[in-house]
T-cell receptor, first 112, second 112 residues
Framework: DTAVSQTPKYLVTQMGNDKSIKCEQN?????MYWYKQDSKKFLKIMFS???????INETVPNRFSPKSPDKAHLNLHINSLELGDSAVYFC???????????FGQGTRLTVV | GENVEQHPSTLSVQEGDSAVIKCTYS??????FPWYKQELGKRPQLIIDIRSNVGEKKDQRIAVTLNKTAKHFSLHITETQPEDSAVYFC???????????FGKGTRLSVIA
């Protein structure tokens, strides 16, 4: 009964490919996020979704697109992958905007 | 937008000593300040948080202090143990409004 789960845990792919990372939360939270953690461990907000509505979209390339089929899911789709996209991507959720965030286990993306 | 600075980036202490990590934030409207611990290969997990109507909060060996006037907050860990070794992140947000903005992390090493 994992609270926030994301798949896959590891993803190795070639430059130029398109890939998706899935995230699901069973906490009944209203807000979900995607964070990117680079090799220096910096955690940077990418997207924030509240009740299926995108409320903040940080300055990430438009190759990245969040998709939320319902309140419990927030998937991340990435087009035309680049070497610099290699990082750990964390999904998170919170009861409402800007309260305690519960993180998924992360997806380590490696672009070769 | 909010900017969070965190110092030091690395910290080594002897087992049993205290550790202090400091953060400053830029947006005076921020009112929620959590601290996360991330062990190697794991997800960030909340260890303690404080809201702007409180100056100090303590939970066993960890405590957080907040100075709203100076816009800085600190994490204090007493009687450190080897299992405290991890990366610690501070964060700030405007509760109910903005997602968490994280500091760049502090790698704490507790030497037995």
């Amino acid at each position: 009964d994992t609270a926030v789960s994301q798949t896959p845990k590891y993803l190795v792919t070639q430059m130029g490919n398109d890939k998706s990372i899935k995230c699901e939360q069973n906490l009944g939270h209203d807000t979900m996020y995607w964070y990117k953690q680079d090799s220096k461990k910096f955690l940077k907000i990418m997207f924030s979704y509240n009740n299926k509505e995108l409320i903040i979209n940080e300055t990430v390339p438009n190759r990245f697109s969040p998709k939320s089929p319902d309140k419990a899911h927030l998937n991340l789709h990435i087009n035309s992958l680049e070497l610099g996209d290699s990082a750990v991507y964390f999904c998170a959720s919170s009861p409402q905007k800007a309260e305690e965030a519960f993180f998924g286990q992360g997806t380590r993306l490696t672009v070769v | 937008g909010e900017n969070v600075e965190q110092h030091p980036s690395t910290l080594s202490v002897q087992e049993g000593d205290s550790a202090v990590i400091k953060c400053t934030y830029s947006d005076s409207a921020s009112n929620y300040f959590p601290w996360y611990k991330q062990e190697l290969g794991k997800r960030p997990q909340l260890i303690i948080d404080i809201r702007s109507n409180v100056g100090e909060k303590k939970d066993q060996r960890i405590a957080v202090t907040l100075n709203k006037t100076a816009k800085h907050f600190s994490l204090h860990i007493t009687e450190t143990q080897p299992e405290d070794s991890a990366v610690y992140f501070c964060a700030a947000s405007i509760s109910g409004n903005t997602p968490l903005v994280f500091g760049k992390g502090t790698r704490l090493s507790v030497i037995a």
